[in-house]
T-cell receptor
Framework: GAVVSQHPSRVICKSGTSVKIECRSL??????MFWYRQFPKQSLMLMAT?????????EQGVEKDKFLINHASLTLSTLTVTSAHPEDSSFYIC??????????????FGPGTRLTVL | TQLLEQSPQFLSIQEGENLTVYCNSS?????LQWYRQEPGEGPVLLVT?????EVKKLKRLTFQFGDARKDSSLHITAAQPGDTGLYLC????????????FGAGTQVVVTP
């Protein structure tokens, strides 16, 4: 299957700082990327949909000013958690869909980024 | 409110036993995927079903998509310790292009 990478895989930061997470599609052009958040022992919750070259669409309850998403190219989307607080500690996962996959818009998952805010 | 109700939430069985996980919704999905996730890693796709009534087999795993494309099941025959993990179903709604709605997940533990 297609390869999607995330960087960093783990990050620990102090409360009040900002953290940037990168999501890259390594072998295909990702017209759309999705960002999910997963708390321990819970399922994935969609945060936002990121389309290349346009503003991200955020799910209800997700603060767009806190979770800045940029999808400047067909292979890279970034999620910046601004002024992070301990409650933002979570596992952040991106998925990508685009020129790879089948007609049902298969999504390819990144390995996730574990964010811990102290 | 979960659009996809997944059950059970937790399942602990002995090696060699069978298990079934269910995913139900009142919504129609254009496709439904099943994933397995290990701790600290992203979900890994097991299968995608797209046709109502479809049955797919992957070794000891059997996946079924309901005729109305609103529900699905995953059946594991003769479970092994390597089947331990968090199983997630995710559906792509017909009116929500590309977005996946995840079930709450089923934690499966298979003990030797």
């Amino acid at each position: 299957g297609a390869v999607v990478s995330q960087h960093p895989s783990r990050v620990i930061c102090k409360s009040g700082t900002s953290v940037k997470i990168e999501c890259r599609s390594l072998d295909f052009q990702a017209t759309t990327m999705f960002w999910y958040r997963q708390f321990p022992k819970q399922s994935l919750m969609l945060m936002a949909t990121s389309n290349e070259g346009s503003k991200a669409t955020y799910e209800q309850g997700v603060e767009k000013d806190k979770f800045l998403i940029n999808h400047a190219s067909l292979t890279l989307s970034t999620l910046t958690v601004t002024s992070a607080h301990p409650e933002d500690s979570s596992f952040y996962i991106c998925t990508a869909t685009g020129s790879r996959g089948s007609s049902y818009n298969e999504q390819f998952f990144g390995p996730g980024t574990r964010l811990t805010v102290l | 409110t979960q659009l996809l109700e997944q059950s059970p939430q937790f399942l602990s069985i002995q090696e060699g036993e069978n298990l079934t996980v269910y995913c139900n919704s009142s919504s129609v999905f254009s496709s439904l995927q099943w994933y397995r996730q290990e701790p600290g890693e992203g979900p890994v796709l097991l299968v995608t079903v797209v046709t109502g009534g479809e049955v797919k087999k992957l070794k000891r795993l059997t996946f079924q998509f309901g005729d109305a494309r609103k529900d699905s099941s995953l059946h594991i025959t003769a479970a092994q310790p390597g089947d331990t993990g968090l199983y997630l179903c995710a559906g792509a709604r017909v009116d929500s292009w590309g977005k996946l709605q995840f079930g709450a997940g089923t934690q499966v533990v298979v003990t030797p």
